[in-house]
């Protein structure tokens, strides 16, 4: 039902370019008749479409009829429209794309950035069900080995992000206290602290890099602000640029948005300085395309606005900043 819902929305907000579209396609149609009609007038042309037949009609016949060229020139320009939804275009003299797509954000291909909290817990009974992070944790296929010893997915994905927080890069960032959450001690670490590990989503191994970009109050309550969130997401890139990723595309969703919940900034917003923070950093990052992964529901609720984020991204890729770099 979502899907149609998607697609009537994709439609209505892009009939200007469809309307555009469709003016250029059927003119290109027009053009293509006339052509036709040019090379029929030649009689052995004319003779060998005659003689061809089309689902019982000459093909001489169908090349004849202007009604041909305007309904193919239709449908091409309505196929089209499905391209509203997707973006993608190169940072203008380097070979870095910007994309954006609205889909489950595990369906694309890269390595993924799951918002945590600054515990880095994965309890079920303290993140809740409705985050990227508790969606991932219910999509883990363990091995049976694993299952066997670890018992619940949860308990695998503190296991690992413990394993990864142990980095030197991760320990230098630890606030100095603990958290009590459902009973359990947890080591507390600044906004913004990274941990690269490698989760069977579905199955599969996917690179994931976890990112503090909460605090958790206490279980299933979260809390950020537009100023610690938009901090977390420069010292990504500050860390990205250090170490790099494991994989040339980065998946991105719109951070802090969810049930976080922060209020003082849209999540209209929050793509935007994704993006452009992205733009502004992309030389010294080693990605060479970032994905901004987009909820389709927050899209449905108009808590985005694709075809904003579309010409954002566009003019971002088209004049970036880098462009009046004297160093």
């Excluded at 469809?18 to 036709?36: D, H, N, P, Q």
Aim: glycine share 8%; charged share 25%; proline share 3%.
């Amino acid at each position: 039902m979502n899907n149609l819902k998607i697609f009537l929305k994709n439609f209505t907000a892009g009939r200007k370019a469809l309307f555009k579209r469709m003016g250029i396609y059927l003119g290109s149609a027009l053009a293509v008749f006339e052509t036709a009609n040019i090379l029929l007038e030649d009689g052995t042309v004319a003779d060998f479409c005659a003689d061809i037949s089309v689902c019982g009609i000459d093909l001489r016949s169908v090349l004849t009829n202007v009604f041909v060229y305007l309904v193919t020139g239709a449908v091409i320009a309505l196929l089209r429209q499905g391209s509203f939804a997707h973006y993608c275009m190169n940072i203008i003299g380097t070979d870095i794309k910007i994309e954006i797509a609205m889909a489950d954000i595990f369906s694309n291909k890269g390595e993924i950035v799951v918002p945590c909290n600054t515990t880095f817990s994965g309890r079920r009974e303290v993140i809740g069900g409705r985050s990227i992070q508790s969606q991932m944790t219910e999509r883990l296929r363990l091995p049976k080995d694993i299952a066997d010893s670890s018992g619940r997915n949860d308990e695998y994905f503190e296991s690992v992000a413990e394993q990864a927080l142990k980095r030197p890069e991760c320990r230098n960032r630890l606030v100095g206290r603990q958290k009590e959450l459902a009973g359990k001690l947890y080591d507390v670490y600044e906004y913004g602290t990274m941990a690269s590990v490698t989760m069977p989503v579905d199955g599969k191994p996917r690179s994931i890099i976890l990112l503090a970009v909460a605090e958790m109050l206490e279980p299933d309550k979260p809390k950020t602000d537009g100023q610690h969130l938009m901090k977390s997401i420069d010292e990504m890139w500050e860390q990205i640029a250090v170490s790099r990723t494991r994989e040339k595309t980065l998946v991105v969703p719109i951070m802090g948005t969810g049930s976080a919940g922060i209020t003082d900034k849209p999540q209209q917003t929050v793509a935007r300085y994704i993006l452009r923070t992205f733009a502004d950093n992309a030389a010294g990052l080693g990605i060479s395309k970032l994905i901004l992964s987009v909820y389709p529901q927050d899209y449905l609720d108009d808590k985005i606005n694709l075809e904003e984020l579309r010409c954002y991204a566009d003019y971002l890729c088209r004049f970036p900043d880098s462009d009046f770099n004297i160093n």
